[in-house]
């Protein structure tokens, strides 16, 4: 009995490992919609927002992360650093300040599809 208790167990841990990984992998490279910001508070990081960085946020990735975004419309891309949490609305992936978003020629439609790559 204890066999099987570890035994499934070590599958339970084992198959959950693998859960993680796949979702970091997912969460490394995506695509989907992109809005931007230009706020002036604090962001979840704890540096000040300013709108003229080359700044996004996004839900999970490490803050330094870096970040290849690219414009689908246009292939424009800009590198990003993610300093704060967010977007908090539905179907978006990412928020970008606003001078990361006029790199990328997205700042009149508010929001465009982007697919984003952890460069570093």
Wanted: aromatic letters at 8%; proline letters at 2%; charged letters at 20%.
């Amino acid at each position: 009995m204890n066999f099987r208790l570890g035994a499934t167990l070590a599958s339970f841990v084992f198959g959950a490992s693998v859960v993680v990984s796949t979702g970091i992998a997912e969460a490394s490279n995506g695509c989907g919609r992109a809005s931007w910001y230009a706020a002036h508070s604090k962001t979840a990081s704890g540096e000040r927002m300013n709108p003229t960085n080359l700044t996004a946020a996004h839900r999970y990735l490490a803050f330094g992360t870096k970040l290849r975004v690219t414009n689908m419309r246009n292939g424009e891309s800009v590198i990003v650093r993610v300093n704060d949490r967010g977007p908090f609305i539905r179907g978006r992936v990412l928020d970008l300040s606003k001078g990361a978003a006029r790199s990328i020629s997205m700042v009149g439609a508010g929001t465009a599809k982007v697919c984003y790559e952890v460069v570093s």
